[in-house]
């Protein structure tokens, strides 16, 4: 029955290696991705430079063959882990280790810690009371042996579990043992042990007899987990406080999902409903109404996501529409009760319906997305480019949170017959002012009406 199911697949650029990301379907793999000839944008290159790097990346030839590709592109498979099977979600480790290692939640609610390296392996498993599917995963970012797992409803139970992973099962005696399993609050062992190490018992349990769809960690505050619900609420925990009374808000009509903060501002998260395509914009320090909402008009929302490296910029695909759109988020609170019919300020069309993207952690503007074949794409947004002629004949021109200024190869302009600026420069820098016997030395050869100025001028005060 298993293999006939068409699974969902789950793409995530590594947050510490720019070059590798990883995909999660029916098993989980790891890979490398190189752009020859793509360049990073910096405030050291030359403008001709900044001119050639100022390229959209194109993964395929067009259909009619005209347009190219400017970049080669290779995507090389590093590893795979096929113990891992029907991955429901994944989340990288926050912090960079020796190997690669990513969480992955399982259709029956288990959470794999898997590392990659010269061993693929399963570290540890950790395991609900009550089977059920592992919607959603997110590591405490700043306590990084907690991470959170979001699960389906069941009677009696929870639906939100935080585990530790540095949590351990084995009672080593001798001193080199000992040694061996001690770790930290920011790390832990994952050298290659025998079977994988199982846990049951969780850090903490919340959000009793109701489905948890989607969960993020509040970036400043490590003892706040925001959660969705699969019935319409919005729930902030406090870990320190009362666990049975979370601050709630109704969100949606019906189940919420996203559940995302912006990278730019920690008290900002939005969230949407895949019912009826609404995106949600809210502010955790006042929680009873959203300041911002927008109707995405897609059918079946499936993911939302924030651009780490430009603010304001939120990303969305939907089950059915071959098409990344690209949000410009305003934080203005509306009076409008019901949400507004924004446009995005760009579409990217695409081949096939996607499963899933994710923004590049560093590049601007850059994103790899995938679709339920398993076709990889490395999509760029590129905005409109602000350019402007210097009255000397330079050009420049912005992109993202760089002024490029400088000369045109072989453009030479003759800006003196248009542009009474530049004659005004001219002049100043000849010692032309209020001095009219200056003045008039200076237009001593010139055949213009101000030289019979100057000379009128010079007589008069005479």
């Known amino acids: 029955v298993w293999a006939r199911m068409k699974v969902h697949k789950i793409i995530q650029w590594s947050p510490h290696d720019s070059s590798h990301f990883a995909i999660g379907s029916s098993d989980l793999r790891l890979y490398d991705i190189k752009i020859e000839g793509c360049r990073k944008v910096t405030k050291d290159m030359t403008f001709q430079e900044h001119l050639a790097e100022n390229q959209e990346v194109e993964v395929s030839d067009s259909s009619d063959g005209s347009n190219p590709p400017r970049d080669k592109k290779s995507i090389t498979l590093l590893n795979a ?17 020796i190997s690669p290692l990513i969480a992955v939640g399982l259709p029956n609610g288990k959470v794999l810690l898997t590392s990659f390296g010269n061993t693929n392996r399963i570290t540890k498993e950790f395991v609900p009371k009550h089977p059920r599917s592992c919607n959603a995963l997110a590591w405490n970012p700043i306590h990084t042996n907690q991470i959170a797992a979001g699960l389906d409803k069941i009677r009696g139970d929870f639906s939100t579990i935080v585990w530790d992973v540095n949590v351990s099962n084995q009672f080593p005696t001798s001193p080199e043992s000992q040694t061996k399993f001690q770790t930290s609050d920011r790390a832990f062992n994952i050298s290659p042990m025998d079977p994988a190490e ?18 993020a960690w509040v970036p400043d505050t490590p003892s706040c987990l ?13 870990l320190r ?8 808000v109704v969100a949606h009509a019906k189940s919420v999902h996203g559940v995302t903060f912006d990278p730019f501002n920690s008290n900002r998260v939005a969230t949407f409903s895949p019912e009826d395509g609404i995106i949600k914009l809210w502010d955790i320090r006042a929680l009873s109404e959203p ?11 499936q993911q939302i996501e924030w651009c780490p490296t430009r603010s304001g910029i939120l990303a969305s695909i939907a089950k059915e529409e071959k098409c990344v759109k690209y949000w ?6 509306t009076s409008e009760s019901e949400a507004q019919n924004v ?10 319906v996607l499963s899933s993207f994710s923004w590049h952690p560093n590049s601007q503007y850059q994103m790899l997305t995938v679709t339920s074949s398993g076709v990889v794409e490395v999509v760029s947004l590129q905005e409109p480019l602000p350019f402007k002629w210097n009255p000397m004949g330079h050009l420049g021109f912005g992109f993202g949170n760089l002024i490029v200024e400088g000369e045109i190869d072989n453009a030479k302009i ?8 530049v004659l005004m420069r001219h002049r100043a820098t000849q010692g032309y002012s209020m001095d009219i016997a200056t003045n008039r030395k200076l237009f001593e050869k010139s055949t213009g009406p101000l030289k019979h100025v100057w000379e009128w001028m010079n007589g008069y005060g005479k």
């Open 81 to 97: 882990n096929y113990e891992v099977q029907l991955v429901k979600c994944l989340s990288w480790f926050p912090e960079k280790t």
């Open 198 to 215: 199982t846990i049951s018992k969780p850090l903490a349990e919340l959000a009793n007899s109701e489905a948890t769809v989607a969960l």
């Open 226 to 238: 925001v959660t969705g619900t699969g019935i319409k609420w919005l729930r902030i925990y406090d």
């Open 241 to 248: 406080a009362d666990l049975s009374a979370p601050q709630s």
């Open 291 to 301: 300041i911002f909402s927008l109707n995405s008009n897609s059918k079946g929302l």
């Open 328 to 333: 410009g988020i305003r934080d203005i609170p």
């Open 343 to 352: 446009k995005p300020i760009r579409v990217r069309e695409t081949m096939e």
């Open 414 to 421: 003759d800006t003196e017959e248009y542009d009474i600026s």
